[in-house]
């Protein structure tokens, strides 16, 4: 996914001298291509991620198009305020993309795992938070975040869901993967896949699960949500971040005002630290939000 | 790069100084709010800024050549403020509006509605990399425009200022000026008693900036310093200020950080601004 998105912002920056990526020295090998190609729009700021944000937004204030990059929580966290202040709250076209989403770098540790980047950003006004499950979409979101004219995190994770890709996404609007009457699993990133497969394995079992896919969590699609809460019982969101204030806060918000019948599920990390490392796939078996975690919540839940 | 359209003498300078000083303990009184000896110890800064040095035009505001000026001691944007409204970016009446329910015009400075403000800031640290960004999109471009950034001496505190002085002198900014307003007083005690930052001009030019020390008070000194570059290096003009200056029993003062002029300190004032 990291390829395809440096990949289109390479081929966009190329016709367009607005474009300008600043990286937080990070992207060894990855960045090679944009930085031969578009030597002149590539600023290393070294590491120093407040700099490199509040530059960025005084650089979109001169009128170029920023990317600022790095890996996880470094070019969230560290510099949240300078995203706030200067680049929000002034309405800048600076797009935060952050390599590593969940535990993309899983045997790097805590400090490498980016598990409350989507709640937090969520939080700030005027941004755009994408979050696609494949590459092909991830190309799409590029385009969307330059295509609008304030700020934008795109969270790129380092798995992908193997959906196949469709001529113009709407990646403002929920997909459905597949319909469902007992249950809706609500996915996004990657982890989209733990739920394809789980909704096949509960299908094996009875149950009627299907299968929506958020990509923009924010503005999230209220109205998706809605429609599926109306349908379905039971929602259970799944992500591959904490269950406070990411996708399964952002749904819990929207069926608690929107009073609808459907009950929630949220599966993710639970408020904790992930402490141990591990391969992607391993810490989300250890942290329950798999496949068969999933199946088995469900299962215990209807 | 000064202001032809606009300049004014040193003496016209010291005037609009004392306008803007007026206009802020006015302002501070009208609103009860803090912040008034940060707002006094630039007033002459701005005045030679705004009156002098700086290229903006009242009349068009956005100008795209236009020098950028970025406050990021935003506590002290009554200062800011008040030489707009006495350049003529908006009415001086406006500035009776400021920190009253429903305005534009923030305690910390902001740039929503106002003419002029280039930026938002009231948390210190953010001002010089945004400066550091405008000033480098400058250079890619070989636009001609300064950017100046004038901070606190406490302000130094701050590492993203660090961040941003080595990426500036890395990247030659000669077109980026820090202006520091150096009074020596920070929000709870002196600098000196809190986090020392002697010897600060040493510390600078260790990062490779060309700098220059000077009175903050004396017009034809700042003229000289603020107008100045350095061939191939960012420049930083520490101005060594009063706290509170002009109003002797502001000057020097933690207390006049927060106190806002009321009563019998506040007639006071107006007196010794308006006498002087």
Not at chain 2, 147 to 176: I, K, M, P
Request: glycine residues 10%; hydrophobic residues 40%.
């Amino acid at each position: 996914m990291r390829d395809h998105v440096v990949g289109r912002i390479t081929q966009l920056a190329q016709q367009d001298p607005r474009i300008v990526l600043i990286t937080g020295d990070l992207g060894f090998g990855v960045l090679n291509e944009y930085r031969e190609r578009c030597a002149a729009q590539f600023i290393n700021a070294g590491v120093a991620e407040q700099n490199m944000t509040a530059m960025a937004a005084g650089m979109a204030m001169e009128g170029h198009i920023v990317f600022t990059y790095s890996i996880a929580n470094f070019p969230t966290l560290r510099c949240l305020e300078q995203i706030r202040n200067d680049v929000c709250y002034h309405d800048l076209n600076v797009n935060v993309l952050a390599v590593g989403g969940g535990f993309s770098y899983g045997q790097l540790g805590m400090s490498h795992h980016a598990t409350e980047d989507l709640s937090i950003m969520r939080a700030l006004p005027n941004i755009q938070v994408l979050a696609p499950s494949d590459p092909w979409q991830a190309v799409h979101a590029v385009d969307a975040l330059i295509a609008q004219d304030g700020p934008g995190y795109l969270r790129i994770d380092k798995s992908s869901a193997g959906v196949a890709p469709i001529d113009h996404p709407d990646l403002a609007t929920l997909r459905v993967h597949r319909d469902g009457t007992d249950v809706m699993l609500v996915g996004i990133g990657g982890i989209l896949a733990e739920c394809l497969e789980a909704a096949e394995q509960l299908g094996a079992r009875g149950v009627s699960a299907g299968v929506l896919e958020v990509v923009t969590l924010k503005p999230l699609d209220v109205d998706g949500i809605v429609a599926a809460a109306e349908r379905t019982p039971l929602l259970v969101t799944v992500e591959e971040h904490s269950v406070v204030g990411g996708l399964g806060g952002a749904v819990a918000e929207v069926i608690a005002e929107r009073r609808t019948a459907a009950s929630l599920l949220r599966i993710g990390l639970n408020d904790t630290y992930s402490s141990i490392v591990g391969s992607q796939d391993y810490l989300r078996n250890v942290y329950e939000m798999d496949a068969a975690a999933i199946v088995s919540k469900v299962l215990e839940r209807l | 790069m000064v202001n032809t359209a606009n300049a004014l003498t040193a003496p016209e300078t010291e005037e609009l100084a004392k306008k803007i000083r007026s206009s802020v303990v006015r302002m501070t009184h009208l609103g009860k709010s803090s912040h008034v000896g940060s707002a006094l110890s630039i007033a002459d800064i701005l005045a030679v800024l705004y009156g002098d040095v700086l290229n903006v035009d009242p009349s068009d505001p956005s100008k795209p050549d236009r020098d950028r000026f970025v406050l990021s001691k935003g506590h002290a944007g009554a200062a800011v403020y008040a030489a707009l409204a006495h350049t003529g970016f908006f009415s001086v009446e406006t500035l009776d509006k400021h920190y009253q329910n429903g305005s534009i015009l923030s305690g910390h400075v902001s740039h929503k509605g106002v003419p002029g403000v280039e930026l938002s800031t009231g948390s210190l640290g953010h001002g010089l990399g945004v400066a550091v960004g405008m000033a480098k999109a400058a250079q890619m471009r070989s636009a001609k425009h300064r950017v100046v950034c004038l901070l606190s001496d406490g302000e130094c505190d701050e590492g993203s200022n660090w961040e941003a002085v080595l990426f500036a002198a890395h990247h030659g900014l000669r077109n980026l000026t820090a202006v520091i307003d150096y009074n020596k007083i920070q929000s709870l005690d002196p600098v000196a008693d809190t986090i020392g930052l002697e010897p600060f001009a040493d510390k600078w030019v260790a990062f490779g900036w060309k700098v220059t020390e000077v009175d903050g008070h004396e017009h034809t000194a700042l003229r000289n310093a603020l107008s100045a570059s350095a061939d191939d290096a960012p420049h930083c003009v520490i101005c060594h200020t009063t706290k509170g200056k002009g109003v002797s029993f502001m000057e020097n003062s933690v207390l006049w950080h927060y106190r806002t002029p009321q009563g019998e300190e506040y007639d006071a004032a107006v007196e010794e601004l308006d006498g002087a």
